[in-house]
Structures are given as structure tokens and as C-alpha cells.
């Protein structure tokens, strides 16, 4: 009964890779966000979806794409990884105020 | 620009001691205001917000956080803290539902016995 849930928790991966990452939410919030936890703990938003709509795109390089097929999913691809791209990256939902957070994918470029 | 400052980066407190995490925000206008704890390796958990209404704002885990619009500030206070508090704390801003969470950058906080 998760309410959002990300997948994979980990992803271990080299250089150069694409990969992405997936979240789901069960909750029926409209609005989905993706955020990116650095080394030193800072967390920053990249992306919100509204109903499937971009909404804000943080100046994210345009090897991120998001990507939201309806308004419970929102997955993240990254192309051409790079080593400063290692980082935990939370999806998150909310609705009226109401944020929740994914446990986070912890991202690790080798 | 909207802005969200947590001043103390680190800080250590004995078991059973009272705490107090500083929070300034920078907005137009009184934004919605939150504070999340993140235990190591762990996700973010929401431990209260104030949205309007009373000031004092009652949280999980016995914690509590003032809103004080004079001060832009909105501090977390636990009377006794326990081991198990020890984690990265996180005040957050937005300027009403449905918008990005602005995050300060994190208050370590370390218990010591």
C-alpha cells in the first residue's frame, strides 16, 4: 500500500549509460515532482508534472526526460551519465499542500 | 527570489536535552511552511505544517514549530530529545499547494548520550 513508490532503490551503473527511474503514486494527486539529493544534502527540484503537463523545469540538462504517461506515473531517463549525475533522486506527489516522498533512488556513476 | 535559509548546519545536543532548528524564510508572501526529517539513508518524513491559523504547530514525535511572521521564521523545538532523533532536518516553503517545495539546506543533528 505504498503511496509512491519508486523503483529501483538502487542503480549502480558506468559512464556514459542510460538509465531511468520510475514512480508510481496511488494516492490521486495530480501534481508529481522529481527532485535530486546532492552529496551534501541539498535537495533541488528538476521537475513538476501537473495531469501529465510540464510544469517546471528547473534549468535541467537536456539529458533528463522526464516522462509521464498518466497522472500516477512519472519516470525519469538520463542520457549519457555522468559522474556528477551520482546523486538520490526522490519523486515525489502532492495535493492541496499535501506533499509525499518516495524512499529515493540512489543513483551511483562509476 | 524565494529563498529558504537554515543557519545551523550542524548541530549536537545531549539526550534528554530541549532542541531548537532555526528556519528564515524570503517570500512574498507567507508561503506554506514545513519541516521533514531524514534518518540516514532514508527517505523524507513529514513531521508538521503550517499552512494558516494558529502559530504553534503540533507535529509527530513529539515535535513542535513556531510561526513567526515578524521574524520570517518558522523554528522546530522538541522539549526532550531522544537518540532516535538524531537525523538531517529540513524546512521547506512553498507558496500554496500544488508548487515546488523549496528546501533549506538541512540541519545535521547529532545526539550524544
Known amino acids: 500500500d505504498t503511496a509512491v513508490s519508486q523503483t529501483p532503490k538502487y542503480l549502480v551503473t558506468q559512464m556514459g549509460n542510460d538509465k531511468s527511474i520510475k514512480c508510481e503514486q496511488n494516492?490521486?494527486?495530480?501534481?508529481m515532482y522529481w527532485y535530486k539529493q546532492d552529496s551534501k544534502k541539498f535537495l533541488k527540484i528538476m521537475f513538476s508534472?501537473?495531469?501529465?503537463?510540464?510544469?517546471i523545469n528547473e534549468t535541467v540538462p537536456n539529458r533528463f526526460s522526464p516522462k509521464s504517461p498518466d497522472k500516477a506515473h512519472l519516470n525519469l531517463h538520463i542520457n549519457s551519465l555522468e559522474l556528477g549525475d551520482s546523486a538520490v533522486y526522490f519523486c515525489?506527489?502532492?495535493?492541496?499542500?499535501?506533499?509525499?516522498f518516495g524512499s529515493g533512488t540512489r543513483l551511483t556513476v562509476v | 527570489a524565494q529563498s529558504v535559509t537554515q543557519p545551523d548546519i550542524h548541530i549536537t545536543v545531549s539526550e534528554g536535552a530541549s532542541l531548537e532548528l532555526r528556519c528564515n524564510y524570503s517570500?512574498?508572501?507567507?508561503?506554506?511552511l514545513f519541516w521533514y526529517v531524514q534518518s540516514p539513508g532514508q527517505g523524507l518524513q513529514l513531521l508538521l505544517k503550517?499552512?494558516?491559523?494558529?502559530?504553534l504547530v503540533q507535529g509527530i514525535k513529539g515535535f513542535e514549530a513556531e510561526f513567526k511572521r515578524s521574524q520570517s521564521s518558522f523554528n522546530l523545538r522538541k522539549p526532550s530529545v531522544h537518540w532516535s532523533d538524531a537525523a538531517e532536518y529540513f524546512c521547506?516553503?512553498?507558496?500554496?499547494?500544488?508548487?515546488?517545495?523549496?528546501f533549506g539546506t538541512g540541519t545535521r543533528l547529532t545526539i550524544i548520550p
Open positions: 494516492l490521486g494527486h495530480d501534481t
Open positions: 517570500y512574498g508572501a507567507t508561503p506554506y
Open positions: 515525489a506527489s502532492s495535493h492541496r499542500g499535501g506533499y509525499t
Open positions: 521547506a516553503a512553498t507558496n500554496f499547494g500544488n508548487e515546488k517545495l523549496t
Open positions: 508534472y501537473n495531469n501529465k503537463e510540464l510544469i
Open positions: 503550517y499552512f494558516s491559523g494558529d502559530t
